[in-house]
């Protein structure tokens, strides 16, 4: 009996897909030798490694590029992208961003070391935090600057040493207990106020003195550091809300926590509450400033580099240079500005009349180099404006100090980073209202040199690509990716790479 024609399998039509390109009715259809590059609107174009042949099975990938054609290659890129920068400034900025940021492997934010240390565990992953909670101390997410921070540190002092890295542990540790965004605490963000912090509460702790053990000092720098992180959570919470951009709150957790111990330590009876603590002030009669303003202008370059140290409250030249020596290797775009920032406020206070002995000390450099660093480079993108604005904030910030230090003098309270945090607080506010100036991002904030590369749309995918070259082995089996692929970088933003390799 036959089925009804409702129920009947239609008759396969006839694949025509072939024929279809070379079909002479059509007037579009490519001419004989040619092939058509047209394809259905919205449709993605298929990668070459996706095609089949009969069978099932993949057709054999061409042999992969030579690795000195890929370098070739790149180079000849950055050669082209470099060629159409705006200026020659920009263009030198740009070539050398590129070259430092490709051959130096310990330059910008290391990524490839972060996904490392997740994989080999928890207990990895959070060393690595803490590394780069040091380093976000001169804003670098770089275990790398974390080892340099270290190694200063236990140069200039055992004891402040150990007090900073307990209160970077115990900041980063409540941080994950709380189940802060994993982001967050890998890229270091809760550690450097609670290294400021148990190294601040050491060293200006009342009557007693930073070359000697205080055990029970242990959990005040304990508590006050992870209860930075708390202060660091709502401050940003509340600088997401008040501004266009969000902008970091920098160090006034690290202050607000610090002077809420030190002021009620005074009270404190199981505590040395005596007045002989170290502090940072600056004579407050007449009789005291005079004949204290000569400088000896032979020591201005190591004021300079003290300058640099005394933002991690190191006050010994070899530390300074450590320091300055990872800032190099890991950003030299970051050290320049620090450094210009350190002379900048040496020479400020100089010219001002500040003691001659405290210049010396770089107590007048080290909050100069903190905001000139951050404007300069880290939160807005490095041009001619933003310079400006970064010696700008070099002087105010200068000036900031000296009434802030004046201010706190009579209660015995350091001005530690505050004036830095606040100039840079309202230089970020200001950005948001200036067209000429490009504010970065809170999500994409990593170096200077990286800024540069993103600003010409081609670093997130060209070294997405690289990265893939170093840790996928997608190059080997197929020896090429197509162009317009899209990738996913770090960030959490796809973008389309900029350049491939093709087989040859």
């Keep these: 009996m036959a089925l009804p024609s409702s129920l009947m399998s239609p008759e396969p039509a006839p694949d025509n897909r072939d024929n279809a390109s070379t ?4 007037p579009n259809s490519p001419k004989p030798g040619e092939t058509s590059t047209k394809t259905s609107p919205g449709k993605p174009i298929k990668s070459p490694r996706r095609k089949m042949v009969e069978g099932g099975k993949p057709p054999t990938p061409p042999p992969a590029p030579p690795p000195q054609m890929l370098l070739a290659n790149r180079i000849a890129h950055y050669d082209e992208l470099v060629l159409s920068s705006p200026s020659s400034s920009m263009r030198c900025m740009l070539r050398f961003a590129m070259l430092w940021t490709r051959f130096n492997p310990f330059s910008c934010t290391m990524d490839g070391m972060k996904r490392f240390a997740s994989y080999r565990g928890r207990a990895v992953a959070f060393v690595d935090s803490c590394l780069r909670g040091l380093g976000q101390v001169v804003f670098l997410d770089n275990p790398v600057m974390g080892l340099f921070v270290v190694a200063a540190a236990f140069v200039n002092n055992v004891h402040l040493a150990t007090m900073g890295l307990l209160g970077v542990m115990s900041s980063t540790l409540i941080g994950i207990f709380l189940g802060v965004d994993h982001g967050i605490v890998r890229g270091g963000i809760l550690g450097y106020n609670g290294y400021l912090t148990g190294t601040a509460v050491a060293l200006f702790q009342p009557g007693w003195g930073h070359d000697e053990w205080n055990f029970p000092l242990f959990m005040p720098v304990v508590f006050v550091a992870a209860m930075s992180t708390i202060v660091t959570l709502a401050l940003a919470h509340v600088f997401s809300r008040i501004a266009d951009k969000p902008v970091a709150p920098f160090t006034l957790p690290f202050h ?14 199981r505590f040395p509450n005596s007045l002989d603590a170290p502090a940072l002030e600056v004579p407050t009669t ?4 005079s004949g204290s303003v000569t400088f000896d202008w032979d020591m201005l370059p190591e004021s300079i580099i003290v300058g640099l140290g005394q933002v991690f409250f190191f006050d010994r030249l070899a530390s300074g240079i ?8 890991c950003s030299p775009v970051a050290a320049v500005m620090a450094t210009f920032g350190s002379t900048l406020g040496c020479l400020t206070a100089i010219c001002l009349g500040a003691p001659a002995a405290q210049v010396t000390k770089g107590l007048w450099g080290y909050n100069p180099a903190l905001s000139t660093e951050a404007i300069g480079g880290v939160f807005f993108e490095l041009g001619s404006t933003s310079g400006f604005l970064a010696g700008l904030a070099g002087v105010a910030t200068t000036l900031v100090h000296g009434a802030v230090v004046a201010a706190l003098a009579p209660v015995g309270m350091p001005a530690i980073t505050f004036p830095a945090a606040i100039t840079s607080v309202l230089f970020a506010l200001a950005g948001g209202s200036m067209p000429s100036v490009e504010v970065i991002p809170l999500q994409h904030v990593t170096t200077p040199e990286q800024h540069i590369l993103r600003e010409r749309d081609m670093f ?3 070294w997405k690509f690289i990265d893939d070259l170093h840790y996928q082995d997608d190059m080997t089996h197929h020896g ?8 996913t970088v770090h960030s959490g933003i796809t973008v389309t790479s900029v350049f491939a390799v093709h087989p040859v």
């Design 480 to 487: 090429w990716r197509g162009y317009g692929e899209d990738l």
């Design 460 to 462: 997130d995918g060209a």
């Design 322 to 329: 450590i320091v300055l020596i990872g800032m190099t290797v």
């Design 256 to 269: 607000i926590v610090t002077w809420v111990w030190l002021l009620g330590a005074q009270n404190y009876v």
């Design 23 to 26: 079909s002479p009715n059509k």
């Design 286 to 289: 007449i009789a005291d400033r």
